[in-house]
């Protein structure tokens, strides 16, 4: 028996308002209501979806909650392999790779695409028809494991797409954990007596493997856009920009602080503009990418090994920083576990 119209309505408008206020936090970074607000459409929808079964769609924002745990995580094959990038630590390393795509690519001077390099776990995620249907890490390029469950209870990842449906598309992207939510994440976990991590792509890390994708969605986890991988159905953009703009278009959060610029000394700027700010991001990362922008630039270049040659990372130094111990406290968790805190 279909449902009542009233309750198919209101199982519409509480998604819609659901998705919007998701893409609004976790997308553009500008919600507009408190994190009590934000949560009290759920138990409504989830209320409405329970007595009226044929309700819960597959793309509904309470397939987030997570489901029944597995044994282990399925294989996946990457139809496109998620490859490596080389790395640069010094300015000369930049200015090799910048003469060998203008000596590769006969050009006195190479339009980049600049994003800010993300310290966490890459992924890919597979859209059939506009629908999210497997996720999976990056594993050894060629194949990686199966971790959708755990990648629905992101809340920054789209389960429908925004006005595009192609056969099939990839995204590849990156899983981390923002450092406010790495913070509350400790301050529980240490209250409860339970393992503290040591930054936040160890939390990243640990949250997205657990077999019980409840306790995923118990962790706020976050995911940033930065490419393709295989596509049907679908027209890329001739441009690297492009690209990361039409991501966005389809509802994927992508890096704010990216530009395109051109020559050697526009990526050093770059670089140097993005170190300068990186302990105000709101996240961890350890260098920018530099890509070369064109497409058709991008396929002359090809790739070597398990890297690109048309794009590089440029590392910082690793952060280090000296600290005094004042004291150990030591906290007994509920199962009676014993744990060492240092202040």
């Avoid at 449902?3 to 998705?19: C, G, K, W, Y």
């Avoid at 469950?149 to 899983?175: S, Y």
Wanted: hydrophobic fraction near 40%; proline fraction near 6%.
């Amino acid at each position: 028996m279909a449902a009542p119209r009233a309750a198919q309505a209101r199982a519409l408008a509480l998604r819609r308002e659901i998705d919007r206020h998701n893409r609004l936090y976790y997308v553009e970074d500008s919600p507009e209501i408190s994190d009590a607000a934000f949560d009290e459409p759920f138990p409504e929808l989830q209320d409405l979806e329970a007595a009226h079964p044929e309700l819960a769609t597959p793309d509904s924002p309470t397939r987030r909650v997570g489901a029944v745990p597995g044994d282990a995580f399925d294989e996946v094959t990457h139809r496109v392999p998620m490859l490596s990038l080389a790395n640069a630590f010094a300015d000369e390393d930049v200015a090799a790779f910048d003469r060998r795509c203008r000596e590769a690519l006969g050009s006195e001077a190479v339009d980049y695409s600049c994003e800010p390099k993300f310290d966490g776990l890459a992924v890919s995620l597979a859209y059939e028809h506009g629908r999210f249907v497997r996720g999976a890490t990056r594993g050894d390029g060629s194949q990686g494991e199966d971790v959708t469950a755990n990648l629905r209870t992101i809340r920054a990842i789209p389960l429908a797409l925004e006005g595009a449906a192609p056969a099939l598309l990839e995204v590849r992207g990156e899983v981390l954990m923002l450092r406010r939510d790495f913070e509350s994440l400790n301050r529980r976990q240490a209250e409860a007596g339970e393992k503290t991590f040591v930054n936040p792509r160890n939390a990243a890390a640990g949250s997205l493997r657990q077999l019980d994708p409840r306790l995923t969605a118990r962790r706020r986890l976050s995911f940033y856009a930065y490419g393709l991988g295989a596509f049907e159905g679908f027209e890329p953009p001739a441009t690297h920009a492009a690209l990361l703009d039409r991501l966005a278009a389809l509802g994927f959060p992508v890096a704010k602080d990216r530009l395109v610029t051109r020559g050697l000394q526009g990526l050093l700027e770059f670089y140097a503009r993005v170190g300068a700010k990186r302990a105000q991001l709101p996240f961890d990362i350890d260098g920018v990418v530099y890509k070369v922008n064109r497409v058709a630039d991008q396929e002359k270049l090809g790739f070597v090994a398990r890297a690109p040659r048309w794009a590089v990372a440029h590392k910082y130094p690793a952060q280090e920083a000296t600290t005094e111990l004042l004291d150990i406290e030591v906290q007994v968790g509920r199962t009676g576990a014993i744990t060492p805190v240092a202040r």
